[in-house]
């Protein structure tokens, strides 16, 4: 399965879950809106990668890549 580290600028995804199982980063991306069923788009990456600006339920976000990689997609556009 794919996470929000695999879209590329511009690109969406519909979230399907997150790996991880437990803890406060759990507790911490899902206070933030993010939750199965919610559509993400990358925005932009900083230039080393690190972080990544997304749009969810209509406000911009920025994660660590480390947590984007804990959130499971299904992009869309038939990919």
């Not at 995804?13 to 993400?40: E, H, Q």
């Amino acid at each position: 399965m794919l996470t929000v580290c695999d879209l590329q600028p511009g690109e969406s995804g519909v979230v399907m879950g997150l790996r991880c199982p437990k803890g406060a980063l759990r507790r911490r991306i899902i206070d933030m809106g993010v939750t199965p069923g919610v559509t993400v788009t990358l925005l932009r990456l900083a230039p080393f990668g690190d972080p990544v600006a997304l749009r969810v339920r209509g406000y911009e976000l920025s994660l660590r890549r480390s947590e984007a990689e804990e959130i499971l997609i299904e992009k869309l556009g038939g990919a």
